[in-house]
């Protein structure tokens, strides 16, 4: 099995930082993409950013030149820093992972729990 613990979620104002981390544990041989996905009150669940092994970034219009995504390959760990945050940024923010477990020819797409993310005016 394999989870994902993320952490640095919070409240905080307009215009302020946060940076999220997210940790992949468990059966893991490799970890192909990894990605920040959220989910604001009435709305859908949206990609934010995501980051594949080799480094390549794609970032939602909305986060563009404020949001950045980075991964430590070494420790299985994804991280969003999220500067100049707004208010519509509010959400709760969940991590994915598309990996291939030790278990041979299984490949599976894993969710972490979710972390509220707050901007206040």
């Known amino acids: 099995q394999v989870q994902l613990v993320e952490s640095g979620g919070g409240l905080v104002q307009a215009g302020g930082s946060l940076r999220l981390s997210c940790a992949a544990s468990g059966s893991i041989f490799s970890i192909n993409a990894m990605g920040w996905y959220r989910q604001a009150p009435g709305k859908q669940r949206e990609l934010v950013a995501s980051?594949?092994?080799?480094?390549?970034?794609n970032y939602a219009d909305s986060v563009k030149g404020r949001f950045t995504i980075s991964r430590d390959n070494a420790k299985n760990t994804v991280y969003l820093q999220m500067n100049s945050l707004k208010r519509e940024d509010t959400a709760v923010y969940y991590c994915?992972?598309?990996?291939?477990?030790?278990?041979?020819?299984?490949?599976?797409?894993?969710w972490g729990q979710g972390t509220q993310v707050t901007v206040s005016s």
């Open positions: 980051i594949i092994t080799g480094g390549s970034t």
């Open positions: 994915d992972a598309d990996v291939w477990t030790v278990v041979a020819g299984i490949r599976g797409d894993y």
